[in-house]
């Protein structure tokens, strides 16, 4: 009788890593790359925010020497003005002796002798004007560069309002009959007031500036029966009416 054996099939290896950690190691595959990647990005994002950094460390220095260059400028100017007043004859301080920061009778003899009066308020509008007068000229030019001009035009302006010729003009032809020029210490109240006029008019702006600049004309019009542009106009086209309108204070 024929013995009926049965060949065997090929023996099953059961898989040394089962689908679920093939599955697992794919995903922290993934995720390792995906690390890598990021880290390439940030090192390249770091690479090219050097220039970046780069320019803008050159430019806080350009600006900080721009306006170093206009202070030591402004600065000068100033030093010049002071000399050039006293050249002129001009006293330091008021002859009475005394020394008050700010005098509110604009009719007083002390008007124009201390550092503030009312006609201060005049300057801080020539801060105004000035500022936006070279805007318009030099817009590409730096804010310290416009400042210094301003303060450059206002120091010019002290030195020939108290030279002879204007002084006799503001005698004959205006309100103020006593007027003898201003101290070099009121004309640095002047100066001061006109800078900061110019950089609060940077500050609000032209729309908001002029109607600052409005409201300060209509007080000192209210006030003191005089302001900027009625200055201007009596020193340059005088009225008898406006004169003695202003003297009836």
Not at 51 to 61: E, L, M
Not at 109 to 122: A, I, N, R, V
Not at 126 to 133: D, E, T, V
Request: proline share 3%.
């Amino acid at each position: 009788m024929t013995e009926n054996k049965s060949t065997p099939g090929p023996k099953t290896i059961p898989p040394i890593v089962d689908s679920a950690t093939i599955d697992s190691a794919t995903a922290v595959s993934a995720t390792i790359g995906s690390a890598t990647a990021v880290s390439a990005g940030v090192g390249s994002a770091t690479a090219d925010s050097a220039p970046v950094d780069s320019a803008i460390a050159v430019s806080a220095t350009i600006g900080s020497a721009t306006a170093g260059r206009a202070i030591v400028g402004s600065a000068v100017v100033v030093i010049a003005t002071v000399w050039q007043l006293r050249l002129m004859g001009r006293a330091f301080w008021c002859a009475c002796g005394k020394m008050n920061l700010w005098v509110g009778d604009a009719w007083s003899s002390h008007t124009s002798q201390h550092l503030f009066d009312p006609y201060s308020f005049t300057h801080i509008l020539h801060g105004f004007l000035f500022c936006a007068i070279l805007t318009l000229l030099f817009s590409r030019k730096t804010f310290e560069f416009r400042l210094w001009c301003a303060i450059t035009l206002e120091s010019a302006w002290e030195i020939l309002e108290n030279s002879n010729l204007v002084i006799q003009r503001y005698r004959t032809m205006t309100s103020a009959f006593g007027y003898e020029g201003d101290s070099i210490v009121n004309s640095l109240g002047d100066i001061l007031s006109c800078t900061v006029g110019f950089m609060t008019a940077r500050k609000l702006g032209f729309r908001r500036a002029l109607v600052v600049f409005i409201a300060i004309e209509v007080a000192l019009l209210y006030l003191i029966r005089d302001n900027l542009i009625l200055n201007i106009v009596m020193l340059m086209y005088p009225s008898d009416t406006l004169k003695n309108w202003q003297i009836g204070h």
